[in-house]
Nanobody, 114 residues
Framework: QAQLVESGGGLVQPGGSLRLSCSAS????????MGWYRQAPGLQREMVAA???????NYSDSVKGRFTISRDTAGKTVYLQMNSLKFEDTAVYYC????????WGQGTQVTVSS
């Protein structure tokens, strides 16, 4: 059974950093472009970062220059390095294949608060 597992979230002060990880069981990640998404209360889920199978990256304007998406050489884990965090980054963060999505995981909560 396909399962995505996100981890690394937490409570952080504005300006702080977190590193999120995404791994999977029962489903391959390495052949696919991957995305990190987030959903804040009352808002729709949005993609904030994407990485192609070959490592090309794209970011939403709201996180560009602050977040970095990467994947390990085996392609089994996808990371999101988040720096200079802002209040508005508070959300539940998810990962998924951009095409041929699988069931969403539970996500990892990121809370930016002073």
């Amino acid at each position: 059974q396909a399962q995505l597992v996100e981890s690394g979230g937490g409570l952080v002060q504005p300006g702080g950093s977190l590193r999120l990880s995404c791994s999977a069981s029962g489903v391959l990640l390495s052949p696919y472009a991957m995305g990190w998404y987030r959903q804040a209360p009352g808002l729709q889920r949005e993609m904030v970062a994407a990485i192609s199978r070959l490592g090309n990256t794209n970011y939403s304007d709201s996180v560009k220059g602050r977040f970095t998406i990467s994947r390990d050489t085996a392609g089994k884990t996808v990371y999101l390095q988040m720096n200079s965090l802002k209040f508005e980054d508070t959300a539940v963060y998810y990962c998924n294949r951009i095409r041929y999505t699988v069931a969403w995981g539970q996500g990892t909560q990121v809370t930016v608060s002073s």
